[in-house]
């Protein structure tokens, strides 16, 4: 077990946590925008993200692994997987916006859609992303202390090649594994916010384009990062995904300074 790596996994927990909660009360201190949208932001990814899509996601990628594909039905499989989800995540902000913000007297604002966009984030990073890599640390220490073999019998598996060779890549995880994930939770709070602001701008122009824009730039992030991650490797894929992430922002700004609606 390398002490560095458990330091990795405790700096990414921290990012993960703390970033996006950090990132809202730095967001509400200077705006004063209230809580309301942020709490609808979490709302809206629990109920179409964390309940349904993802574990639908989970189950179907487990399925589509399971068989031998080729190259181009892999990607084919990638590329549905990912507008999909992109289509469900954005009916979703759309329906905070148009159902639950008139209920909770929330304006239809660029103050607010960054906070809903931080919610969504949020709640995705710290219960969603922390979970997992918690559990994943957790796994960590104890293949490496206690040792592969020991824990399978006393599970009392049989374990397949497949599960084996699972195992031993969590034990072999190195420190840079956990800060690629803390990295990731940091752009991808600044592509949620665009993705909100997008959606809102539909809204507010009373322009469906905007919509179609959200839709078709979270199926790209969604496709390129993990797409290069199989074809040039982890480095160039996030630097694909800062560059992107630079996208992202320059639309919030952008956004900021060409609503329509009242700030």
Do not use: C
Request: aromatic share 12%; glycine share 8%.
């Amino acid at each position: 077990m390398q002490v560095t790596t458990v330091l990795a996994f405790l700096l990414s927990l921290l990012v993960q946590v703390g970033f996006p909660l950090g990132a809202a009360l730095a967001f509400r201190r200077k705006t004063l925008t209230p809580w309301a949208p942020f709490l609808l932001g979490a709302l809206v990814f629990a109920v179409f993200q964390l309940f349904t899509w993802l574990p639908l996601s989970t189950y179907l990628d487990a399925l589509a692994s399971a068989r031998d594909q080729s190259a181009a039905q892999s990607f084919v499989w990638l590329l549905a997987m990912a507008f999909a989800g992109a289509l469900l995540e954005e009916v979703g902000r759309m329906w905070g916006y148009g159902f639950l913000f008139p209920r909770w007297g929330v304006r239809l604002t660029w103050r607010n859609g960054v906070m809903f966009g931080l919610g969504h984030g949020a709640v995705e990073s710290m219960l969603f992303i922390a979970g997992l890599t918690f559990v994943y640390l957790l796994a960590y220490v104890a293949l490496n202390a206690v040792g592969l073999d020991p824990i399978l019998d006393s599970l009392g598996a049989d374990a397949s090649p497949a599960f084996r060779g699972a195992l031993e890549g969590i034990a072999d995880t190195t420190w840079t594994q956990p800060v690629v994930v803390a990295f990731e939770r940091v752009v991808g709070l600044v592509h949620q916010v665009a993705w909100a602001l997008l959606v809102l701008q539909s809204l507010v122009s009373r322009q469906k384009r905007w919509f179609g824009f959200a839709v078709l730039y979270h199926a790209s992030v969604a496709v390129i990062v993990p797409g290069l991650v199989r074809l040039a490797g982890v480095p160039v894929a996030e630097t694909a995904n800062a560059a992107l992430a630079a996208l992202s922002l320059w639309i919030i700004l952008s956004l900021r300074a060409t609503s329509t609606a009242p700030a």
